[in-house]
């Protein structure tokens, strides 16, 4: 699946995503992202439900990405959600989280996050109720 937005396209073929800029990024610039290793992220990348990526028109640069994980019904869960600082402005990340959530907009979605709420109270998300618990990993 291709969509376009502002001249980018966000795709979903994991064969296009340049890894080593998606690492590159998540564990230099990504508070939630630098306690992994390459290999962890590696495997979460594989594992995932869903990857998505938005390329530069030009250059096909990968300048954004998303990961999802879910059993495919009832539950996903939204991960590492970033546009590059250099193609931010023009409603990319919008459009990548848009596209990620048509995919299951049938399920249950949650996420972790400490910025950004505005753009995911745009699609829907808000603190958990009452009937929700976590328990968190042990730090590393």
Do not use: C, K
């Not at 596209?99 to 745009?122: K, N, P, S, V």
Request: cysteine-free; proline content about 4%; hydrophobic content about 45%.
């Amino acid at each position: 699946m291709i969509t376009r937005h502002d001249g980018h396209e966000i795709d979903d073929d994991p064969a296009r995503i340049d890894l080593d800029a998606v690492w590159g990024f998540l564990s230099t610039e990504a508070y939630w992202g630098r306690w992994r290793t390459r290999a962890d992220f590696e495997t979460q990348f594989a594992a995932a439900w869903r990857v998505l990526a938005v390329h530069e028109p030009a250059s096909d640069r990968t300048v954004g990405f998303a990961r999802a994980v879910s059993d495919g019904v009832s539950f996903a869960y939204l991960a590492d959600v970033y546009v590059h600082p250099d193609a931010r402005g023009r409603g990319l990340g919008v459009a990548l989280v848009g596209a990620m959530l048509e995919a299951g907009e049938h399920m249950r979605w949650t996420l972790h996050t400490a910025d950004a709420h505005g753009l995911y109270r745009r699609f829907g998300f808000a603190a958990p109720d009452d009937t929700a618990l976590e328990r968190p990993a042990p730090r590393r």
